[in-house]
């Protein structure tokens, strides 16, 4: 039995001109619906690897805290009214927010490539969230200049902050999808999303909504809000960017040339897709 590989890429969406160009489809309404279709779709399979992110973020968050402050409490008693809130807490907070989201920069790229990978009709396992250790430095580097822009953003206005967020918010998966070094990363993220400033702005509003009603049921709406947000983050990134995926189809060749099977590796129900 001799065995013969054929190699095809395939692109699925979008691609990098047609971003920056502003020639690409961005139906907020569609983007919401197919979110939470593949939130539903791959809930439990996704609900480990998400949970397991925000568990770190804030797992060091508390860490940080503890080491600035001493404890954790004296920032909650501030905020109560029992301790005096000092600048030197908003600064502790605010340096112990800045550690704990680029220390987690390569699991946040984990999740994105999970997100994308439902994106594209296939499966994803929790173990993929280290996935985004490869790309760990140059994710790490892009977390940590967006997050800079965004405390500058934040001091000249408040809400600017989130527009710096939202228009940098494709750079990780720029870096492990499309190889882009982190500055390359940055300006075409930038770019592209202000082609559709106002559907970008409309979809995260959405998302927005959603970690509020979070924050009222006591962080139980977190379950659907994180995975869904990286689904988001999927859907945007394929319509905008596209998606290069490698089909290998394989063809078993009987000696007698009786039989012939070919099958093809791209199927949506199997594990396959790889940035």
């Known amino acids: 039995m001799s065995q013969q590989e054929y190699n095809n890429a395939l692109h699925i969406g979008g691609s990098v001109e047609t971003a920056l160009n502003g020639r690409y489809r961005l139906d907020p309404f569609e983007i919401i619906k197919e979110a939470f279709s593949q939130t539903f779709k791959h809930f439990w399979s996704f609900l480990p690897a998400t949970l397991c992110l925000f568990a770190a973020q804030i797992g060091i968050l508390m860490l940080m805290l503890t080491l600035l402050l001493g404890a954790p409490s004296h920032l909650f008693e ?47 396992k929790p173990r993929h969230l280290l996935k985004g250790l490869v790309f760990a430095l140059p994710v790490t580097v892009v977390i940590c200049l967006s997050a800079t822009l965004q405390s500058v953003a ?22 492990c999808e499309k190889r882009l070094t982190p500055v390359k990363a940055l300006t ?25 009603i979070s924050f009222a049921t006591a962080g139980f709406a ?3 809000a994180l995975p869904f947000l990286f689904n988001v983050k999927g859907v945007i990134y394929r319509e905008m960017f596209g998606v290069g995926v490698e089909v290998t189809v394989s063809q078993n060749e009987n000696k007698e040339g009786a039989s012939h099977s070919t099958t093809n590796s791209s199927s949506p129900d199997q594990d396959t897709f790889d940035a």
């Open 78 to 124: 501030a905020l109560v009214g029992q301790r005096e809130l000092t600048t030197d807490m908003i600064s502790s907070v605010w340096l112990a927010n800045f550690t704990s989201e680029v220390l987690i920069a390569p699991l946040y790229a984990g999740a994105s490539l999970m997100g994308l990978s439902h994106a594209i009709g296939f499966r994803s």
């Open 154 to 175: 934040s001091m000249i206005f408040p809400l600017l902050s989130l527009y710096v967020a939202m228009a940098f918010s494709m750079s990780p998966l720029l870096i």
């Open 188 to 212: 075409v993220s930038f770019r592209a999303v202000n082609k559709k400033l106002f559907q970008m702005a409309t979809i995260y509003a959405v998302v927005g909504v959603l970690f509020l």
């Open 222 to 224: 977190l379950v659907w």
